[in-house]
């Protein structure tokens, strides 16, 4: 069946420094990714989708790799500041429509 | 704010019950979401409709079921509840399908006694 790996360790990054999570699938190649921030009890919010077809995408301190032959995504947030703490959720779409989350990754960044 | 409501916020019911959850999606979006969140399973994916049809299926059990209604707010309906069903239910939207972005709304937190 279809899984998706995030680190289900908290990471714990300085401020200022690169953050960079990682998100790893089996089994099946999606058409494409996203990737979502959770702030407690609150719903996702949508920050970046990359297309099978894609090897990186931007948007200002954000960014996202995708590795179809790993099968593995990166997200990286530079310069990282005190308010990205949250929870950074990895979803892989189907080509079916199908979609998956990961479990998310904890990021606390230290003042 | 998405842009996407949720009601109720909370529900609080017993076992073997059935509860109804509502939701309405952003102005102009066809595409409905639903998912199921507990600590154990993270963000489970459980069913889309685009435009009053069903569109996907992820991992609904057969005691759920949802309809996306003419005005395109949809409803998800849990019957039989069971302890195990306590967990947050959070609806997205979309103005399409495929790639679009989805806007979540503040869900709905569902405790089962």
């Known amino acids: 069946s279809q899984k998706i790996e995030q680190n289900s360790e908290a990471l714990n990054i300085q401020e200022g420094k690169t953050a960079t999570l990682t998100c790893n699938y089996t089994?099946?190649?999606?058409?494409?990714l996203q990737w979502y921030r959770q702030d407690p009890g609150r719903g996702p919010v949508f920050l970046l989708l990359?297309?099978?077809?894609?090897k990186e995408k931007r948007k200002e301190r954000l960014k996202v790799t995708f590795d179809t032959t790993l099968k593995q995504s990166l997200f990286h947030i530079t310069a990282s500041q005190p308010a990205d703490s949250a929870t950074y959720l990895c979803?892989?779409?189907?080509?079916?429509?199908?979609?998956?989350f990961g479990k998310g990754t904890r990021l606390h960044i230290l003042p | 704010d998405s842009g996407v409501t949720q009601t109720p916020k909370h529900l609080i019911t017993a076992t073997g019950q059935r509860v109804t959850l509502r939701c309405s999606p952003r102005?102009?979006?066809?595409?409905v979401y639903w998912y199921q969140q507990s600590l154990d399973q993270g963000l489970q994916f459980l069913i889309q409709?685009?435009?009053?049809?069903?569109?996907a299926k992820g991992n609904i059990l057969e005691r759920f079921s949802a309809q996306q209604f003419p005005d395109l707010h949809s409803e998800l309906n849990l019957s039989s509840l069971e302890l195990g069903d306590s967990a947050l239910y959070f609806c997205a939207s979309s103005s399409r399908t495929g790639t679009d972005t989805q806007y979540f709304g503040p869900g709905t937190r569902l405790t089962v006694l």
């Open positions: 102005s102009g979006d066809l595409s």
């Open positions: 979803a892989l779409v189907r080509r079916d429509d199908k979609i998956i």
């Open positions: 409709y685009y435009n009053g049809e069903e569109r």
């Open positions: 089994n099946y190649s999606p058409a494409y």
């Open positions: 990359i297309r099978e077809n894609e």
